[in-house]
Every structure is written in structure tokens, then in C-alpha cells.
């Protein structure tokens, strides 16, 4: 251990700390715009690149960076003395020499890291006037805009990237002033094995990646007389969303979202929770006939897109293994634009379906051509978490005080099984609840499966359904997922079933959620805010939704029938 002193307080700390850790655990605030602490995941980005985090060293001649200097027993640090504040000011000063002064316009505004720093030292004016990079916008894909000429070279979505995403895409390319990360030779998005993860997007301080925003073609369809313009939103939205608003982050929100929406305009609200019951059916329906049958196993359960894209790209020998079904964005999609078109009379033409979705490759998935047939996608529109609130904003409505609302019916109408497809290991626990009973006819006795709960990266165990014993792998974060499909692979594992999610925790930590800042600790009151609400509620196994019983008898015949297949399954790998 360390005894050490910072701005005259002691503390001990074992060796190998950083100054900056140090420090956090004094509750002094150092700032920095490139150190990241993935804590639930163990990865850290300590690249030290910015140096907004120098500090004085008793004995030191140089300024030393906090994030990448370990302390020592005996140590004395000062982080706020004249020399460091102004040092962290020249280096903001020379950050924004080469940034481009349009805050107004930048879709990261009043969320950009850069831009808190740069007002806290206040600065108004660019001191230093030199040459300025131009770089042409990538906005070559539907998810992701990467705008260079903001980058500031921290480096934190080369991290995400390539170590915690082990995807590989962006990377330092060049030297000196004409250093950026990007894909090989600055190719599009579009062009290299980006999987759309948002992972990057994620963790940018500042507005050099950012999202496709779909907005105003959501605004044209609000406003358009002809349209029937009906939104689905995701599980993890409503245990987010409050945060934009000032809400303490883990309150689940869901009938204030549904108000939200009413408010905007759209003629229904409906939850893609009821498309995950639908998932749950049909998906059960398969794992049976697959464990049965020994067939194809392990077999992978759909949902993430993000995975989807990564497996194509990475392991088309495995093509084999993920489930067909569609996920549950698409599922709505299908039922909305066939079964409840024909409910209302209209034409899928004149039904605009908007996704809310904490993910930006959901925007990737939606515009698949095989999820358009005749020409008519299933999914017009998907929004962000963060995108709706700002639609919810410019609307001038403060999601906080208003009166819940619920879903309408019979699209809205969901279990708890579909809520917590939010989080890792939940769309497991969802597809075993019902795996169980309609495999034995029996009542579950323990509706929790709390093994494959947590947000650890790899989680392994068996379950024992009544006699079959069933091996069970869930993963969060693709580097853990490639890890678990290098092996099975290999042949040096054996599974029955696979859960994947792209991002880390599941999607109550994608790529559109409100910026956590590198605070994980709202990660695992997202986590908990799903769960509560499962708890909550009066059914909690999607077989037992009465809206999918009744979309059984009246539509779709069984799980797994010839019309079940033609709209609600697929298959990848193009
Ligand atoms: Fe998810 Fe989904 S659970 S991927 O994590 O399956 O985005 O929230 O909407 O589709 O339901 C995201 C979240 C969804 C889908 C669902 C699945
Ligand atoms: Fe890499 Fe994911 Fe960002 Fe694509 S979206 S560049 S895969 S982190």
C-alpha cells in the first residue's frame, strides 16, 4: 500500500493506483476528456492522451498525467495549483485551435464533453488560430455519423473498438496533425465490418460520432394527414429516458414514455415487449424442436443486430446456430403492417411504424432489404432514446410531470418475460420460463432463473427442465461473445443454448441510450429498474399474454405454422 497526500488530504491506496483514482476516491475532481473506466468489464482506456489531467508532484519538475501515474508511498500531490489549471487550459486551448466552433449546430450540444470543459475554464475565444483539418462527413450507413474533424484523438472508440468489441475497425491512422482514428485507409463505415454497435458512439466525448438521426421524417409523418403513424418502443427505453429528463436514473418511466408518445401525436402506442412474448413463442417452439432433436445446437436466441452483423462478418461457419426467428423489432414490424393493417382497414403503405430503440444497429436492421417485402418495410422509422428526447423537447413536453398513460391494445399488452429482453441474460430467462411449461405441461414453480442474471461478460450454467438438462452461455459485449464462439467453434465446449448482446450489460447499455459519462453505475440501476417492473407485473410468462394467445387464434394458427414462418422468421447471411 501508499500513503499519500492530495491537495493536503491523506489517504492510503494500494500500489499500482493511479493518481487519479486516488483522487476520485477523495472526491476530488480531475478533469480529463480521454481516461475511460469500464469497471463491470475491466478495461480501462488509458491512453494519456489529452493531458488536461497534469497534476504537480512534490519533487517533480514536470507536470505528471493523473490517469497514467501510479503513486507511491509517500507521495504528495497538488491538482490544482496555478501551473496545472493553466497547463489544463493551454491544452484545451490547443484542442480547440483545430476544432470547429459550431456548438450551436452540433448534434452533441450540451452533452459534449469538450464543450463542459472548455466553459468551466471559459473559454470565448480561440486563442490560437492555425491550421484546421477538413474532413468530408461519413454518413455512409443508416446508423453512425462520424464527423473527423471533431475528433480530439482521445482514443476511447479505439478501446470500445477493438479491445472491449474485439471488432477492430477503428484504429490511429497517420502521424502528427493528420492523426485520426478511423477504418483502413479512411474508408466509409459502410465499407469495413463495422457492426453498427454504437459502442463508439457511446463513449466519444465529444461530437465526432454520433447517431443518424431520423427526425424530421418523423415529423413529416405526424404531420401528415394520410399517414397512421403508430409507435413500438423497446424494453430498455423506459428505464432510461427519465435520465434526459432530470429523473432519478433506475426509475422505469414506462407510463410517462406512453404519455410522452400520445403527446407527440402518434394514433398508437404500442410495446415491443408484446413483440418479445411473440419472440418467446415462437423461439421456444424452436429451442424444443432443436434440443429434441439435437439439431443445430447450441442454438443462438435472436434479438441484437449488433450480433447479427458480427456473426456474418466473423463466423460464417456458424451460420448454423442463430435461431430464425425475427427479432422482436421486426416481429412488431410484420404483425403491425399484416395482421393489425387488416384490422384497421389500411393499407401497410399508410401505416408508418417509428421503433424506439436504445441501439443504433436497430436503424441498420430496420432498412434490410429481406424486412421490405413488396417494397414496404415492416419498419419505417427507428428513433434513439436519446433522439425521441429530443423530439419529446422541441414538442415542449416535460416527461417528468406527466400522468401515466398505457399502452394501446392489443399490441401494447406485454408480460415480464418481454420486459427484461432489456438486459443480458434476460431474453434467456424469458424463452426458459416458457420452455418449461409448454415442454411439460407443468407450473414453474420459481419463476427467477437468477443465474443468468448480472452484468458479467461470460455467464455459464445448466438448468434442469424437469429432467432435461439444459447448458446454458450468455454474453454481453463482443469480445466475451467471440471468446464463447471461438470455443464453441473449436469444439471445446458444449451448449444447448446462447445468448448474445452486442453491447455490454445488454441493451439498457446501447449505443442510444443517454450518455453515461463513465458513470457504470447507472448501467446497474437500468438493470434493476427492468427487473422491478417484471416483478410487477400480473403476467410474467409470454405465453400467457392474452394479445398472443388471442394473435395465435385469430391470425397466426401455432408457433411455428407456414404463415408463423413466412412473417416471422428469417434467415441471415446474405
Ligand atoms: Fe433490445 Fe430487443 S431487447 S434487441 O436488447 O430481442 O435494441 O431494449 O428492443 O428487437 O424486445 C434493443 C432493448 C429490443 C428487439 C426486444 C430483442
Ligand atoms: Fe466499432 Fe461498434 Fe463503433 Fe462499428 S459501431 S466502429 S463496430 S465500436
Not at 223 to 250: H, L, S
Not at 406 to 416: A, I, V
Request: a negative charge; aromatic letters at 6%; proline letters at 5%.
Amino acid at each position: 500500500v501508499a500513503n499519500i497526500i492530495i491537495n493536503d488530504k491523506k489517504i492510503i491506496v494500494e500500489s499500482g493506483t493511479t493518481i487519479l483514482e486516488a483522487a476520485q476516491k477523495l472526491h476530488i475532481k480531475i478533469p480529463t476528456l480521454c481516461h475511460l473506466d469500464l469497471h463491470d468489464i475491466k478495461m480501462v482506456n488509458r491512453t494519456a492522451s489529452c493531458r488536461i489531467c497534469v497534476v504537480e508532484v512534490e519533487g517533480r519538475r514536470n507536470l505528471a498525467p493523473a490517469c497514467a501515474t501510479p503513486v507511491f508511498d509517500g507521495m504528495v500531490v497538488k491538482t490544482n495549483t496555478m501551473r496545472a489549471i493553466q497547463a489544463r487550459r493551454t491544452v484545451l486551448e490547443l484542442i480547440l485551435s483545430d476544432h470547429p466552433f459550431n456548438c450551436l449546430s452540433c448534434a452533441k450540444s450540451t452533452d459534449c464533453e469538450l464543450q463542459v470543459l472548455a466553459n468551466e475554464f471559459g473559454i470565448d475565444t480561440r486563442p490560437y488560430q492555425g491550421a484546421a483539418s477538413h474532413y468530408p462527413l461519413d454518413i455512409s450507413n443508416k446508423a453512425i455519423r462520424r464527423d473527423l474533424n471533431k475528433c480530439i484523438m482521445c482514443r476511447r472508440c479505439e478501446t470500445m473498438c477493438n479491445e472491449v468489441q474485439t471488432v477492430g475497425v477503428l484504429t490511429g491512422y497517420q502521424r502528427g496533425f493528420e492523426a485520426v482514428v478511423a477504418p483502413a485507409d479512411m474508408q466509409p463505415l459502410s465499407e469495413s465490418t463495422c457492426v453498427y454497435c454504437g459502442q463508439c458512439v457511446s463513449v466519444c466525448p465529444t461530437g465526432a460520432l454520433t447517431e443518424q438521426t431520423a427526425r424530421p421524417e418523423i415529423w413529416n409523418a405526424l404531420f401528415d394527414p394520410d399517414k397512421y403513424v403508430i409507435a413500438q418502443t423497446a424494453p430498455a427505453i423506459r428505464a432510461a429516458i427519465g435520465e434526459e429528463f432530470g429523473m432519478a436514473p433506475g426509475e422505469a418511466v414506462t407510463g410517462k414514455l406512453v404519455a410522452a408518445l400520445n403527446n407527440l401525436g402518434f394514433d398508437d402506442v404500442f410495446d415491443t415487449d408484446f413483440a418479445a412474448d411473440l419472440t418467446i413463442m415462437e423461439e421456444a417452439n424452436e429451442i424444443v424442436e432443436r434440443v429434441t432433436r439435437q439439431e443445430n445446437l447450441p442454438i443462438l436466441t435472436s434479438c441484437c443486430p449488433g450480433w447479427i452483423n458480427f456473426l456474418e462478418y466473423q463466423f460464417p461457419d456458424l451460420s448454423h446456430i442463430p435461431s430464425t426467428c425475427k427479432s422482436p423489432q421486426q416481429m412488431m414490424g410484420a404483425i403491425v403492417k399484416s395482421y393489425y393493417a387488416e384490422k384497421l382497414g389500411k393499407k401497410p403503405e399508410d401505416i408508418v411504424l417509428v421503433s424506439v430503440m436504445p441501439c443504433l444497429a436497430k436503424k441498420y436492421e430496420a432498412a434490410r432489404p429481406e424486412f421490405a417485402p413488396q417494397g414496404v418495410p415492416d419498419v419505417d422509422h427507428v428513433v434513439s432514446t436519446r433522439g425521441l428526447a429530443k423530439m419529446i423537447k422541441e414538442a415542449g413536453i416535460d416527461l417528468a410531470t406527466l400522468e401515466d398513460e398505457d399502452f394501446d391494445h392489443p399490441l401494447g399488452e406485454s408480460t415480464g418475460a418481454g420486459v427484461i429482453f432489456g438486459v443480458s441474460g434476460g431474453v434467456m430467462e424469458a424463452a426458459l420460463r416458457t420452455a418449461y411449461e409448454t415442454v411439460t405441461g407443468k407450473q414453474l414453480a420459481k419463476l427467477e432463473f437468477k443465474q443468468v442474471r448480472g452484468l458479467e461478460a461470460i455467464k455459464t450454467t445448466t438448468v434442469n427442465l424437469d429432467g432435461t438438462i439444459l447448458r446454458l452461455a450468455i454474453t454481453s459485449g463482443l469480445g466475451a461473445a467471440r471468446t464463447v464462439l471461438e470455443q464453441i467453434r473449436n469444439n471445446e465446449v458444449q451448449y444447448d443454448i446462447i445468448e448474445i448482446m452486442a453491447c455490454p450489460g445488454g441493451c439498457i447499455n446501447g449505443g442510444g441510450q443517454p450518455s453515461i459519462h463513465g458513470d457504470f453505475s447507472l448501467i446497474e440501476k437500468r438493470r434493476q429498474a427492468l427487473y422491478s417492473e417484471d416483478e410487477g407485473k400480473a403476467l410474467r410468462k409470454s405465453h400467457l399474454n392474452p394479445s398472443i394467445q388471442k394473435l395465435y387464434e385469430e391470425f397466426l394458427g401455432q408457433p411455428g405454422s407456414e404463415k408463423a414462418h413466412r412473417l416471422l422468421h428469417t434467415h441471415y447471411f446474405p
